[in-house]
C-alpha cells in the first residue's frame, strides 16, 4: 500500500512553454502533498506544500506564478511549470502524507525529470 | 528555520562492513527523524524513521540513534550488500499535537551521502 504517482516521468519541452506534473495518491487519501525539486548530486529542496482545497504554501525564493499548484481532490495535486527555462530542468518529485498519518510519514512519488530545451 | 548538516558526503566500505552516516539539526522542536534510500532516477523510499522520545530503533540489518541533547542522529547499516549503495538522505520534522502552523510537517532534508559497497 501507499504508493504514489507522478506522471510524467520525463519530459522534454522547449524554453516559454508550460508543463504540467500529475501526483496521485493511488491507494490512500492524502490531505497534504508535498513538491520538491533535486538538482543533480543535490539533495531535496522542498518547492511548496499543497493542502486539498486550499491554496498552496510555497517556500521562500520559489515564485507562485510560476510553479503553479493545484490540489484539486485528496488524490491529485498538480504541478504546473509555466514559462520553463533551462534553469527550470531539473527532477521534481512530490510526496504524499496520509489523512491518517498519527506520525509525518511521506510516501514519494517516483519523480519526473524535466529538461527544458 | 531548521537546517541538517549530513556527513560523510560520500562513503565507501566493503561487502560484510558496517556503514554508519551522521546528521545533525539545528532546532530544538524537531522531533521527528526519518532516513530515505534514493536509488538513480527514483524517488526516494523510507527505510526508518525515529521519533524524538526514544533514543534507539532497529529493523534487521538496520538501525537508527539519536541523541536528543545533542542534536544528533545516525543511521547504522550492518553487514552491507552491494544492494545497499544508493544516497541516503535524513531528515527532520515536527509532528504531533504541539507542533503547528507553517512548519507543521515540512521534511528538511540533509546533504545525502553517496553509498558504495563493493562485493
Known amino acids: 500500500g501507499a504508493v504514489v504517482s507522478q506522471h510524467p516521468s520525463w519530459v522534454i519541452c522547449k524554453s516559454g512553454t508550460s508543463v504540467k506534473i500529475e501526483c496521485r495518491s493511488l491507494d490512500f487519501q492524502a490531505t497534504t502533498m508535498f513538491w520538491y525539486r533535486q538538482f543533480p548530486k543535490q539533495s531535496l529542496m522542498l518547492m511548496a506544500t499543497s493542502n486539498e482545497g486550499s491554496k498552496a504554501t510555497y517556500e521562500q525564493g520559489v515564485e507562485k506564478d510560476k510553479f503553479l499548484i493545484n490540489h484539486a481532490s485528496l488524490t491529485l495535486s498538480t504541478l504546473t511549470v509555466t514559462s520553463a527555462h533551462p534553469e527550470d530542468s531539473s527532477f521534481y518529485i512530490c510526496?504524499?502524507?496520509?489523512?491518517?498519518?498519527?506520525?509525518?510519514?511521506?510516501?514519494f512519488g517516483p519523480g519526473t525529470r524535466l529538461t527544458v530545451l | 528555520g531548521e537546517n541538517v548538516e549530513q556527513h560523510p558526503s560520500t562513503l565507501s566500505v566493503q561487502e560484510g562492513d558496517s556503514a554508519v552516516i551522521k546528521c545533525t539539526y539545528s532546532?530544538?522542536?524537531?522531533?521527528?527523524f526519518p532516513w530515505y534510500k534514493q536509488e538513480l532516477g527514483k524517488g526516494p523510499q523510507l527505510i526508518i524513521d525515529?521519533?524524538?522520545?526514544?533514543g534507539e530503533k532497529k529493523d534487521q540489518r538496520i538501525a537508527v540513534t539519536l541523541n536528543k541533547t545533542a542534536k544528533h542522529f545516525s543511521l547504522h547499516i550492518t553487514e552491507t550488500q552491494p544492494e545497499d549503495s544508493a544516497v541516503y538522505f535524513c531528515?527532520?520534522?515536527?509532528?504531533?499535537?504541539?507542533?503547528?502552523?507553517?512548519?507543521?510537517?515540512?521534511?528538511?532534508f540533509g546533504q545525502g551521502t553517496i553509498l558504495t559497497v563493493h562485493p
Open positions: 531528515a527532520a520534522s515536527q509532528v504531533g499535537d504541539n507542533a503547528g502552523g507553517t512548519s507543521y510537517g515540512k521534511l528538511t
Open positions: 510526496s504524499a502524507r496520509a489523512l491518517t498519518s498519527a506520525v509525518n510519514e511521506q510516501f
Open positions: 532546532d530544538s522542536a524537531s522531533n521527528y
Open positions: 525515529i521519533r524524538s522520545n526514544v
